[in-house]
Nanobody
Framework: QVQLVESGGGLVQAGGSLRLSCAGS????????MGWFRQAPGKEREFVAV????????YYADSVKGRFTISRDSAKNTVYLEMNSLKPEDTAVYYC???????????????????WGKGTLVTVSS
């Protein structure tokens, strides 16, 4: 069992930055690929970024590539999402996700996610 708790969301102006954190419980945190999804009002949940178990490979949605950076600290059981050059269209609830299957294709669908956090709201004003 893994519990995920997100933090770091808030209100920021367009062009600004935020760093989200996702703290995971359990000794098996390093056994999971970790990533982020987001859901904007009235829209479906969408993939944002993923990092593999060992932390040496990442994959991003085209909409955030070059602006967002995902990383993980296995010693702290935490995954981060550094978000720069934020745009109003980045406004959403951001969810942390864990998947035991270390495959980016499967991860990005969200359909094989083993654990979800409850989300943290990011609001970008224009």
């Amino acid at each position: 069992q893994v519990q995920l708790v997100e933090s770091g969301g808030g209100l920021v102006q367009a062009g600004g930055s935020l760093r989200l954190s996702c703290a995971g419980s359990g000794r098996t945190f390093s056994s999971y690929a970790m990533g982020w999804f987001r859901q904007a009002p009235g829209k479906e949940r969408e993939f944002v970024a993923v990092i593999n178990r060992s932390g040496d490979s990442t994959y991003y949605a085209d909409s955030v590539k070059g602006r967002f950076t995902i990383s993980r600290d296995s010693a702290k059981n935490t995954v981060y999402l550094e978000m720069n050059s934020l745009k109003p269209e980045d406004t959403a609830v951001y969810y942390c996700a864990a998947n035991a299957y270390d495959n980016f294709g499967y991860f990005s669908t969200g359909r094989t996610t083993d654990y979800w956090g409850k989300g943290t709201l990011v609001t970008v004003s224009s």
